[in-house]
């Protein structure tokens, strides 16, 4: 039925837009003195910077009439390469209060359980104006200061080789000469897990030579996860069944990020940019987990109450360099960032049981102490040989150390003296280098293809020790290759079509190597596996563009893939959560993208159907049959003109049997409301996001003779009041500060 109403909706768009763009077209028709305004937009906005809504004047010696676009910007723009630019200014998901919930509204973007995805390709790497940045740094950028999102299905070999896909942010690049500043409210109210509140605070200053910007955002109250499994081994010589209950009753105690960064110009050439930039994560709250045993033995119960004292704070520091070296515009940038996370983890558990009738109780105390320092160094060179070729090259160097102590304490209730415990404590360390090099290069063959080219050669080492389960100690080197093509071609003014070959690699983060333990309850731990290899990703696609219409279909093959299962631990009833690499993978995808703009409806809309499967004989997986999984998008803002904005937001993503699995459907629908006042320099929007409370996520496999099924529930649904107020009077001018591409922070989560 879900399925049905998406797909209803998704095609009363589509052909309710094109009745729409036909009226509108017989209008103009009749009107000489129409302006097309896509196409204008689209000629003069590279030229001048400036965004789509805007007003334009020529003053020459033949000034000609002030032109005037009143037209709401286009929400999506397709590349003819397969990229997609997602439009945030004035549009619903402007509201959101972080980077993390505004890409889960991004077409083509799931966010779920940690990850960023784009459909069809998998795991995405996260870009902050070109530049590669880790996870602690993306969840600090403050949504206010964010243009667009590029989702980069195809990136070339400029673009690090670890993740499948890049999801580029694009901040303002303009600031004022002078003062300019903002403050941003954000007030969330969910049944669900609570309040919480959001305070964002920028600030710009420059004058000459010199810019200087900064920013720091707060978030406090509360958030909740709610986590339901059962695992059950049907086999009656081995029978046994667990109903665990896991919820996340999480407290913001300081939650903030901030930023300031100071550039000079030298010229209009070169500028040399300095910045630091940080985030704190102090949580508290509590964990209760409640866990149901029924066994051949007998029945048993288990009620974990973990109080989280949890504290990370992580620092960057950039120093970049850049230089305009020829009047062409070839350019040359050197870069360099060190990063350091600090977290300490100081919980207390209270754990209570009954076992054959009998009353148990003991205490534990968690102690966690780690630290991961990483050191980058990259330099980039692009040579503009004329207007239709291009030269990339570039080479960095990385080292990382991460160092983590894990020491579990247990008492009895009785006696409460605490006894360290030899089995649940750990130490981890590791260092790893990475140098790579990249060699790109872009040329026009004739008038109507495009070509791109290039090879990442990218060399690693890395040393892991560990005592968790007696000593382990792995030392390798190896070495990758990762090729990319790219054919763009323009058989008419309306219809262009695209190939592009793209070979990728992903290494487990830190944290997935580590095999310390997160303790949920005594049948229940997180545990890293130091035994993880990468993930090796080769995808290919075609994609055919017709005036608005957008079809892509690919196919990817995956080596190693990384993914998460719940394993039999070594006493029966225990079961760990670990990172595991499957045998391999494929995954068919197809495509349809619609959007039109009209003067008081912009819509985008998108329709997929993905094909996985997932290929394992190590872990004893049970083979399961492979369904297609459908994905409906649909994103509208209404303008009533002189009163406000509303705003519609709908997507759904299907059933998908994988293989090793099933998951089941998840959607959402987000409504908001929005309007201007003081000629714009305060900003109100009232929002209700997931209305329906349907974004959840579920699903079953069935491994080492266990099935297992599990369903997450998280705070989407929510109304939320922002207030945001700009302010300052002064001229335009442009902050150029950039950072070194590092792929490493991204591994740090």
């Known amino acids: 039925m879900k399925f049905l109403i998406a797909a209803g909706i998704f095609i009363y768009c589509l052909i309710f837009s094109s009745i729409e763009i036909k009226a509108q077209s017989v209008k ?57 630019d997602v439009n945030v200014n004035g549009t619903v998901l402007a509201t959101s209060s972080s980077v993390n919930e505004l890409l889960g509204r991004v077409p083509n973007v799931v966010v779920a359980e940690g990850q960023i995805s784009v459909l069809g390709k998998g795991e995405a790497i996260i870009y902050l104006n070109g530049i590669l940045i880790n996870y602690e740094r993306f969840a600090a950028i403050p949504v206010s200061q964010i243009v667009k999102i590029e989702v980069i299905s195809n990136p070339s070999s400029k673009y690090d ?16 000469s002078g003062i300019m500043g903002s403050v941003g409210q954000h007030v ?159 919980d207390f558990i209270e754990e209570n049981s009954v076992v054959d009738a009998l009353d148990g109780q003991r205490f534990l105390k968690n102690n966690v102490g780690n630290a991961i320092n990483i050191i980058a160094l990259q330099g980039d060179y692009s040579k503009k040989i004329n207007e239709e070729t291009k030269l990339e090259m570039g080479a960095k160097f990385s080292y990382a150390k991460v160092k983590s102590g894990t020491d579990f304490l247990i008492a009895d209730a009785g006696d409460m003296k605490f006894e360290f415990d030899d089995e649940l404590s750990s130490d981890f360390e590791y260092k790893e280098n990475i140098n790579a090099a990249y060699f790109n290069y872009g040329t026009s063959i004739g008038q109507k293809l495009n070509l791109s080219a290039g090879v990442r050669g990218e060399w690693t080492s890395y040393d892991l020790y560990t005592n968790a389960n007696g ?11 990762f090729p990319n093509l790219l054919l763009n071609m323009d058989f008419s003014e309306n219809l262009k079509g695209h190939f592009s070959y793209v070979s990728r690699i992903t290494r487990p983060r830190y944290q997935a190597l580590n095999p310390y333990v997160v303790y949920q309850d005594p049948f229940t731990t997180i545990e890293g596996n130091p035994n ?96 297609p999984q459908f994905y409906f998008y649909s994103n509208n803002t ?73 369903h997450r529930t998280y705070t989407s649904n929510y109304f939320k009041l922002i207030a945001f107020y700009s302010f300052g009077n002064s001229k335009k001018t442009t902050y150029k500060k950039s950072e070194i591409e590092q792929t490493e922070n991204n591994r740090a989560r």
Do not use: C
């Open 638 to 710: 209404f303008t009533i003109p002189k009163l406000f904005k509303l705003q519609l937001l709908a997507w759904y993503l299907g059933d998908r049997g994988y293989g090793l699995g099933t998951e089941n459907s998840r959607s959402t629908v987000t409504l908001g409301i929005e309007k201007n006042f003081f000629k714009d320099a305060l900003r109100i929007n009232f929002t209700a996001n997931d209305i329906f409370h349907k974004f959840m996520v579920s699903g079953d496999y069935n491994v080492g003779q266990t099935q297992i099924y599990y």
């Open 188 to 346: 969330t109210v969910s049944k669900f897990a609570g309040t919480s509140t959001n305070t964002l605070v920028d600030f710009n200053y420059s004058k000459g030579k010199f810019s200087f910007i900064s920013n720091y955002g707060l978030q406090l109250g509360k958030s909740r996860e709610l986590l339901y499994t059962t695992r059950t081994r049907p086999d009656p010589d081995i029978y046994m069944k667990s109903v665990l209950t896991t919820d996340w009753l999480r407290e913001f105690n300081n939650y903030s990020n901030f930023s300031a960064g100071v550039q000079y110009t030298f010229s209009e050439k070169s500028y040399i940019s300095l910045a630091y930039s940080g985030n704190i994560e102090d949580l508290g709250g509590t964990v209760e987990s409640r866990n149901s045993i029924e066994n051949n033995s007998g029945n048993s119960f288990f009620a974990t109450d973990i109080k989280k004292n949890d504290v990370l704070l992580n620092q960057f520091i950039n120093l970049n360099y850049n230089l305009i070296t020829d009047p062409k515009g070839s350019s040359l940038f050197i870069g360099s960032q060190y990063s350091n996370y600090n977290g300490t983890v100081r």
């Open 471 to 481: 000593i382990q100690n792995f030392e390798k080197s190896y070495g990758n290759l």
């Open 532 to 627: 993880l290899v990468p993930e090796k990703t080769h995808a290919f696609e075609i994609g055919a563009m017709y005036r608005k219409f957008d079809f892509k279909m690919g196919y990817t093959y995956k080596i190693d893939p990384i993914s998460g299962a719940a394993l039999r631990g070594d006493t029966p009833n225990s079961y760990v959560l670990k990172a595991i690499n499957l045998e391999k993978g494929y995954v068919f995808f197809s495509s349809l993208s619609r959007s039109f703009n009209v003067k008081w409806w912009n819509s985008a809309n998108t329709i997929s159907i993905n094909l996985s499967k997932s290929v394992d004989y190590n872990y004893s997986y049970v083979f399961s049959a492979v369904t």
């Open 161 to 176: 080789a670890e993740g499948k896909a890049v999801v580029n942010i694009v901040t303002k690049k303009k600031i004022e």
């Open 28 to 84: 103009n028709n009749r009107d000489k003195s129409y302006v097309d305004e896509d196409k204008l937009i689209e000629k003069i906005t590279p030229a001048l910077s400036v965004p789509d809504s805007i007003i334009i004047k020529n003053q020459d010696h033949n000034q000609l009439n002030e032109v005037v676009i009143t037209s709401q910007p286009s929400l999506l723009k397709y590349s003819a390469n397969g990229t997609i």
